[in-house]
């Protein structure tokens, strides 16, 4: 361990280097699991430190010759080795965007008619700048800092409470009084002098700098050692309320007092806001004061104040109703579009893409852009050599506005879009009515193949730890994985993942460890996985409630394809097309053209062979019913007419959070029907087929009972 300290690196040849990193890779990971596991470490921690410098400087260096196992990959990108996982005792919801000041209206008018509040009634909205960091957990017990997590995927975060605990913003104990559980959220920051200040040490030690302040944060907060995090200039403000044993306050407001009370940083910016026209004026204050501010920030965010209010209006795929991140506008930069390439996705679509000169947008390095479709490129008339304006607003992809005619290089044609799928050469047709044009080639065509796989491995999917890219594609190449079941089979294949290039032993079982967690997996998450075409979270959701058991699904999914298959030609009205197929339709937000994408999916055999394929490998957990007891959960509801004492949406929601399935329309499988004052066809329906009629009052009683 001293040579390693005293070795120069300026000498290193390329296999010393090699080695070298090889012994530091085994030594740090040695001493790590002493620390973390055993809380044993048999060296102290400024050598610790010592071994880690030494490693990055080779790595910075010898950067081609980073292993897989880099105690700095190791750390990133396998935190369950490092980090335990935490269940967040309330999801950690993400928001909805507003761009332009119309948004910032109709959120408004949103909460005005989902309340039924009338034209005179006053809304009282937080404006708060938008932080750009790390969102954190912090549970206080007895008034006592007793854990911190990331959001994670917002169900499950990693346990960073060590971490946490090295922030001076963040109290170790409440100041007065506090209910016995409080869990505080907030962002962690970095300021830009405290991220410029770092970056500038960090390269004189010859260790790779970070991007950008939130880069940083995150790189810090999600540290092994605690030490490491606590000489980062870390910065937390406090902005909303996870779990708590007993309301502290009534309002937002109200809470960010509880907050300051408490010894937190709240960020000195929030104002109470009465109108849009009032709301908007804040965003242009924040916007204006944004480049003197010592924190980046991207946007602001409105928070309806009273939280009765809040609660009634819930939340809708994630993020709550009442709130909203109103965000500012995109950053732009002007550089040379070298090519234009074309990718293709996992149903085949064609997206071209923009190569380009690489340039700084908003803090970050942009070398490609989208251009959306063919029909974006010929509008706005891009072609390969223009110079061209880009834009990047938030983490959304960059864009290319448009080309600057006049720097346009002589002799330049206009671009055209290839008929064919650049990856397999099948035909590239574009449907009726369509913007996008898809590649023919289904199973044949490596591109989809492989977009599918990474769809099927992704985080909101089977969020298989540590499987990228890289991994994905040269599995596919090497025909290891052909199809999604073979990831579940590649335990039988551990001799040759060991023997891969750049693999070792500890790489293999990594990745095959994270592929055995996954081996059993919600009915949700396993329908978003399969990546038929519309159907995105949010419906998976609906369709693993509504039938509950994968074997369920199947079956009246398969009764669907058939139904729809002998009668491509009706008109769109579901009950025509036969009664699964109208099931289907009448799901709450599905409708006939996801119906129609779904009963495809269905049809094709290859889909039922990948089904079958994958439940013979796997464990699919049916739906867990929430967890009311209330007696209208699994019941399926219309509501139909005028509702007087809340909005129909306010009714669809509350009725959701309780477990119960609301359909469009009346059929056999009804329990309940609403009526309010001018029920028509569907109250006559539902009394020639027997179903319960409830008045809104009925309705009322009986989920409150
Ligand atoms: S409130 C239920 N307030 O933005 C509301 N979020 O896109 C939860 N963020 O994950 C968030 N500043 O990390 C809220 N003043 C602020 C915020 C803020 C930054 C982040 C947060 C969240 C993300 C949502």
Same mark, same amino acid.
């Given at each position: 361990?001293?040579?390693?300290?005293?070795?120069?690196?300026?000498?290193?040849?390329?296999?010393?280097?090699?080695?070298?990193?090889?012994?530091?890779?085994?030594?740090?990971?040695?001493?790590?699991?002493?620390?973390?596991?055993?809380?044993?470490?048999?060296?102290?921690?400024?050598?610790?430190?010592?071994?880690?410098?030494?490693?990055?400087?080779?790595?910075?260096?010898?950067?081609?010759?980073?292993?897989?196992?880099?105690?700095?990959?190791?750390?990133?990108?396998?935190?369950?080795?490092?980090?335990?996982?935490?269940?967040?005792?309330?999801?950690?919801?993400?928001?909805?965007?507003?761009?332009?000041?119309?948004?910032?209206?109709?959120?408004?008018?949103?909460?005005?008619?989902?309340?039924?509040?009338?034209?005179?009634?006053?809304?009282?909205?937080?404006?708060?700048?938008?932080?750009?960091?790390?969102?954190?957990?912090?549970?206080?017990?007895?008034?006592?800092?007793?854990?911190?997590?990331?959001?994670?995927?917002?169900?499950?975060?990693?346990?960073?409470?060590?971490?946490?605990?090295?922030?001076?913003?963040?109290?170790?104990?409440?100041?007065?009084?506090?209910?016995?559980?409080?869990?505080?959220?907030?962002?962690?920051?970095?300021?830009?002098?405290?991220?410029?200040?770092?970056?500038?040490?960090?390269?004189?030690?010859?260790?790779?700098?970070? !991007?950008?302040?939130?880069?940083?944060? *995150? $790189?810090? &907060?999600?540290? #092994? @050692?605690?030490?490491?995090?606590?000489?980062? %200039? =870390?910065?937390?403000?406090?902005?909303?309320?996870?779990?708590?044993? !007993?309301?502290?306050?009534?309002?937002? *407001? $109200?809470? &960010?007092?509880? #907050? @300051?009370?408490?010894?937190?940083?709240?960020? %000195? =910016?929030?104002?109470?806001?009465?109108?849009?026209?009032?709301?908007? !004026?804040?965003?242009?204050?924040?916007?204006?004061?944004?480049?003197?501010?010592?924190?980046?920030?991207?946007?602001?965010?409105?928070? =309806?104040?009273?939280?009765?209010?809040?609660?009634?209006?819930?939340?809708?795929?994630?993020?709550?109703?009442?709130?909203?991140?109103?965000?500012?506008?995109?950053?732009?930069?002007?550089?040379?579009?070298?090519?234009?390439?074309?990718?293709?996705?996992?149903?085949?679509?064609?997206?071209?893409?923009?190569?380009?000169?690489?340039?700084?947008?908003?803090?970050?390095?942009?070398?490609?852009?989208?251009?959306?479709?063919?029909?974006?490129?010929?509008?706005?008339?891009?072609?390969?050599?223009?110079?061209?304006?880009?834009?990047?607003?938030?983490?959304?992809?960059?864009?290319?506005?448009?080309?600057?005619?006049?720097?346009?290089?002589?002799?330049?044609?206009?671009?055209?879009?290839?008929?064919?799928?650049?990856?397999?050469?099948?035909?590239?047709?574009?449907?009726?009515?369509?913007?996008?044009?898809?590649?023919?080639?289904?199973?044949?065509?490596?591109?989809?193949?492989?977009?599918?796989?990474?769809?099927?491995?992704?985080?909101?999917?089977?969020?298989?730890?540590?499987?990228?890219?890289?991994?994905?594609?040269?599995?596919?190449?090497?025909?290891?994985?052909?199809?999604?079941?073979?990831?579940?089979?590649?335990?039988?294949?551990?001799?040759?993942?060991?023997?891969?290039?750049?693999?070792?032993?500890?790489?293999?079982?990594?990745?095959?460890?994270?592929?055995?967690?996954?081996?059993?997996?919600?009915?949700?998450?396993?329908?978003?996985?399969?990546?038929?075409?519309?159907?995105?979270?949010?419906?998976?959701?609906?369709?693993?409630?509504?039938?509950?058991?994968?074997?369920?699904?199947?079956?009246?999914?398969?009764?669907?394809?058939?139904?729809?298959?002998?009668?491509?030609?009706?008109?769109?009205?579901?009950?025509?097309?036969?009664?699964?197929?109208?099931?289907?339709?009448?799901?709450?937000?599905?409708?006939?053209?996801?119906?129609?994408?779904?009963?495809?999916?269905?049809?094709?055999?290859?889909?039922?062979?990948?089904?079958?394929?994958?439940?013979?490998?796997?464990?699919?957990?049916?739906?867990?019913?929430?967890?009311?007891?209330?007696?209208?959960?699994?019941?399926?509801?219309?509501?139909?007419?005028?509702?007087?004492?809340?909005?129909?949406?306010?009714?669809?929601?509350?009725?959701?959070?309780?477990?119960?399935?609301?359909?469009?329309?009346?059929?056999?499988?009804?329990?309940?029907?609403?009526?309010?004052?001018?029920?028509?066809?569907?109250?006559?329906?539902?009394?020639?087929?027997?179903?319960?009629?409830?008045?809104?009052?009925?309705?009322?009683?009986?989920?409150?009972?």
């Amino acid at each position: 361990m001293t040579a390693a300290k005293d070795s120069n690196i300026a000498l290193l040849t390329e296999e010393d280097a090699a080695a070298e990193l090889a012994r530091l890779a085994a030594e740090i990971a040695h001493h790590d699991k002493l620390y973390h596991q055993k809380d044993a470490p048999e060296v102290s921690d400024a050598d610790y430190d010592a071994l880690r410098r030494h490693n990055d400087a080779i790595e910075a260096k010898f950067p081609e010759l980073i292993r897989e196992d880099s105690p700095n990959k190791r750390v990133g990108a396998a935190p369950a080795e490092g980090f335990t996982q935490v269940r967040h005792s309330r999801p950690m919801l993400s928001l909805q965007n507003a761009f332009a000041d119309e948004d910032v209206f109709e959120f408004f008018a949103r909460i005005r008619r989902f309340l039924g509040l009338d034209a005179e009634a006053e809304i009282a909205v937080m404006g708060e700048p938008k932080i750009d960091g790390i969102a954190a957990a912090l549970r206080y017990e007895d008034g006592v800092f007793v854990q911190g997590a990331t959001r994670g995927d917002g169900v499950t975060g990693e346990d960073i409470t060590r971490n946490l605990k090295t922030l001076d913003e963040i109290p170790e104990r409440l100041s007065g009084e506090a209910p016995a559980v409080v869990e505080v959220r907030g962002e962690v920051y970095m300021t830009r002098e405290g991220f410029f200040e770092m970056n500038r040490k960090r390269e004189a030690e010859g260790a790779a700098v970070f !991007a950008n302040p939130r880069n940083a944060a *995150a $790189g810090s &907060l999600r540290q #092994l @050692d605690p030490k490491i995090t606590a000489a980062r %200039p =870390l910065h937390f403000f406090a902005y909303a309320a996870g779990e708590l044993s !007993a309301p502290v306050a009534d309002s937002h *407001a $109200g809470f &960010l007092k509880r #907050l @300051d009370g408490w010894g937190f940083h709240t960020n %000195p =910016l929030a104002r109470l806001c009465k109108s849009p026209e009032e709301v908007l !004026a804040l965003y242009r204050e924040i916007l204006e004061a944004r480049p003197e501010l010592p924190y980046d920030i991207d946007g602001v965010v409105y928070k =309806l104040d009273r939280h009765d209010w809040q609660d009634r209006m819930g939340m809708v795929s994630r993020a709550p109703r009442w709130a909203i991140a109103h965000k500012f506008p995109a950053e732009q930069a002007q550089t040379v579009l070298h090519r234009i390439s074309i990718q293709v996705g996992r149903t085949g679509a064609l997206t071209p893409v923009a190569e380009l000169e690489p340039i700084t947008v908003g803090g970050v390095v942009v070398s490609r852009a989208t251009l959306h479709n063919e029909d974006e490129i010929a509008r706005k008339d891009v072609r390969e050599g223009d110079t061209v304006i880009i834009q990047r607003a938030g983490d959304v992809i960059p864009q290319v506005v448009r080309a600057i005619e006049e720097k346009r290089p002589a002799g330049s044609e206009p671009f055209v879009f290839p008929t064919e799928c650049p990856i397999c050469g099948s035909l590239a047709l574009r449907d009726e009515g369509e913007v996008v044009r898809r590649c023919t080639g289904g199973l044949i065509c490596r591109a989809q193949a492989v977009e599918r796989i990474k769809h099927f491995v992704s985080r909101n999917a089977f969020d298989i730890e540590g499987f990228g890219r890289k991994h994905v594609e040269a599995f596919w190449a090497d025909k290891l994985i052909e199809s999604p079941a073979d990831i579940f089979r590649l335990r039988d294949h551990a001799e040759a993942l060991e023997s891969r290039e750049g693999w070792g032993e500890q790489s293999a079982i990594n990745l095959l460890e994270s592929i055995e967690a996954r081996r059993s997996i919600s009915l949700d998450r396993f329908i978003y996985a399969l990546g038929i075409r519309q159907v995105g979270e949010a419906t998976a959701r609906l369709l693993a409630r509504q039938y509950g058991e994968l074997a369920a699904w199947r079956a009246a999914m398969t009764a669907a394809a058939e139904e729809r298959a002998g009668n491509r030609e009706e008109a769109k009205k579901p009950e025509l097309v036969g009664e699964a197929f109208a099931e289907l339709c009448n799901i709450d937000s599905v409708g006939f053209s996801v119906a129609d994408a779904i009963t495809d999916f269905f049809a094709e055999a290859h889909n039922q062979t990948i089904l079958d394929d994958l439940d013979a490998e796997l464990t699919v957990v049916p739906v867990e019913a929430p967890a009311s007891t209330s007696p209208v959960t699994g019941k399926t509801v219309v509501f139909t007419g005028t509702l007087e004492r809340m909005t129909r949406n306010e009714a669809k929601a509350r009725a959701e959070s309780l477990g119960a399935k609301v359909a469009g329309s009346i059929s056999k499988k009804t329990d309940y029907l609403v009526a309010g004052p001018g029920a028509g066809s569907k109250l006559t329906k539902a009394t020639e087929l027997g179903v319960e009629v409830l008045s809104e009052d009925d309705w009322l009683a009986l989920i409150s009972n």
